[in-house]
């Protein structure tokens, strides 16, 4: 039996539900006490001139760089921000390249995702020394609110589904602190309470990054823990459609979280990050899996975890480089990206472990044709072994975040699979919103921008075991379109699509993911 029931779970829910609300709290309390000290020295100081901003002195052929002067960051410490930096006090840079060097490093410190806007200014030159002032704007860093997720993959699948149905939809509470301590640590809480037509533990998780660690700041870890429960799951493939499993409840069994779920998930890991350069990381990461279904489950899919076994557990391991060149990277413009991930699920040390082993490599590339015109292309690839594997960790396209846009609303299952993806986008409007309440700091200035973008996509799924039923698996996919990028305040991005896939079939699509990674 997987749970008994929520009673049972209180003992340990409660004290990582006070552990979290404490941590936030006292995190809060700790950056409203450090801003109230700096307002009250503000204020009781005059406030000095705003410095004459000018540009590096033609008739020198290089500048030195004397003091860099950092403004805005009232809980984001120093060194978070000096760390994105590639030059110091005392370097030497050609005043040809100081335009280049002064986007770079702008873009650098913005890709923290901690501000809203982030400028960097000559406040002074005298002969060849210069004083800088960096200037950032903070966003709000906590988050406490409800969450509401859908049973549905995506909102697209949920809208065509003709038996949508918002009572399975689950709801919870969400706790995340994006600046915790102002070292840019991440704390986050996620507790799903069930379905809406009734009160079940749906799924648990807890983690806590700490970006920077030793006396380099280079290396940061991110312990987490998840738990989850699923009443149905996505048990087989057919035309390309996913088939639910599904547990009816009855009445008596309303708090019983063992009878309502048919597949359980737990997950205790590590991530450890090293960043050897400002565009150079390696991640790593180990993990382990315990994951359990129901008998009828089983015995309906034997394949699910591969010969009819009920319980899946194992070590993973898994090591990613990025070599990360883009501009901004919540919506990148120019630059490259190119990464490659080695996994291996099953070491070898459990009994029964899975034995899987992929690699997946990525480059994109993104131009700027004139100062409205924007290209980008990416070339993606997976492979995947053996061929035999169980249906529950089979990742093709339209089941993670890579899919042929036109194709949103099939499941193409296999073993490897390849991408090629090319966009050409315009921009329609890119401003700064000021908002008129100074109060609202962390909401002063509210990016807004469109982008129209024509794309087409190609893509190719290999399939040795699933693809009977499933005519689009070992098949040619294409897609093209338009779509409208809307690119708002805090890195929210949503893609309004209009795309026509190689059957001929037209989709108007709300897309959550409109960049290549």
Not at 320 to 345: N, T
Request: net charge positive; glycine share 6%; with cysteine.
């Amino acid at each position: 039996m997987i749970v008994k029931s929520i009673d049972s779970w209180r003992r340990y829910l409660r004290p990582l539900i006070y552990i979290c609300t404490v941590a936030i709290l006292s995190s809060w309390w700790q950056s409203a006490s450090t801003l109230k000290a700096q307002d009250s020295a503000q204020e009781e100081s005059s406030a000095p001139s705003a410095p004459k901003i000018i540009v590096p002195d033609s008739s020198y052929s290089y500048i030195v760089i004397n003091s860099i002067q950092l403004e805005g960051n009232r809980l984001t410490k120093d060194k978070v921000i000096f760390r994105e930096l590639d030059f110091a006090i005392g370097d030497t840079i050609a005043v040809a390249d100081w335009q280049l060097v002064q986007k770079e490093n702008r873009d650098q410190v913005y890709n923290l995702r901690l501000f809203n806007d982030v400028s960097i200014k000559i406040a002074q030159q005298q002969g060849l020394a210069v004083d800088l002032i960096l200037t950032v704007e903070e966003r709000w860093y906590i988050i406490a609110s409800p969450s509401f997720k859908l049973t549905n993959r995506n909102l697209n699948d949920w809208v065509r589904d003709p038996n949508r149905d918002l009572s399975r939809a689950t709801f919870g509470l969400l706790l995340v602190h994006e600046n915790t301590r102002g070292m840019r640590e991440r704390l986050l809480f996620n507790l799903g309470l069930g379905y809406i037509d009734r009160l079940e533990l749906r799924n648990l998780e807890l983690s806590y990054k700490i970006p920077f660690i030793g006396k380099k700041q280079r290396t940061g870890i991110r312990p987490f823990f998840s738990y989850g429960f699923n009443r149905q799951v996505a048990h087989k493939t057919l035309n390309n459609r996913w088939e639910d499993f599904t547990l009816d409840l009855p009445e008596s069994s309303l708090l019983y979280i063992d009878s309502a779920s048919v597949q359980r998930q737990l997950r205790i890991g590590l991530n450890v990050n090293h960043r050897s350069s400002i565009h150079v990381e390696h991640n790593f990461n180990i993990s382990y899996y315990n994951n359990r279904i129901k008998d009828t489950l089983a015995l309906s899919t034997p394949d699910y975890f591969l010969n009819g076994a009920t319980q899946q557990k194992y070590l993973y391991l898994a090591y990613q480089l990025r070599l990360d060149h883009r501009d901004i990277r919540a919506y990148p413009l120019e630059g490259s990206l190119f990464s490659f991930q080695a996994s291996k699920s099953g070491l070898g040390i459990l009994s029964d472990e899975v034995n899987l082993l992929w690699f997946v490599a990525s480059y994109s590339h993104f131009w700027k044709l004139n100062e409205r015109w924007y290209a980008a292309g990416n070339l993606k690839g997976r492979v995947s072994f053996p061929a035999v594997q169980p249906y529950f960790t089979q990742n093709g396209l339209g089941g993670s975040t890579d899919y042929v846009r036109g194709y949103e609303l099939y499941i193409i299952d296999g073993q490897h699979y390849g991408l090629l993806r090319g966009m050409i986008k315009y921009k329609l409007l890119d401003i700064k919103i000021k908002n008129p309440i100074k109060k609202l700091r962390q909401f002063r200035t509210l990016p807004f921008a469109l982008y129209l973008k024509q794309h087409t996509e190609f893509g190719y799924v290999h399939d040795a075991y699933y693809f009977q039923g499933n005519p689009l698996n070992n098949s040619f996919l294409f897609g093209t379109g338009l779509s409208l990028d809307i690119v708002a305040a805090y890195d929210n991005l949503w893609g309004l699509e209009v795309s026509m896939n190689g059957r001929g079939e037209f989709g108007f699509f709300v897309a959550f993911k409109v960049n290549f990674e």
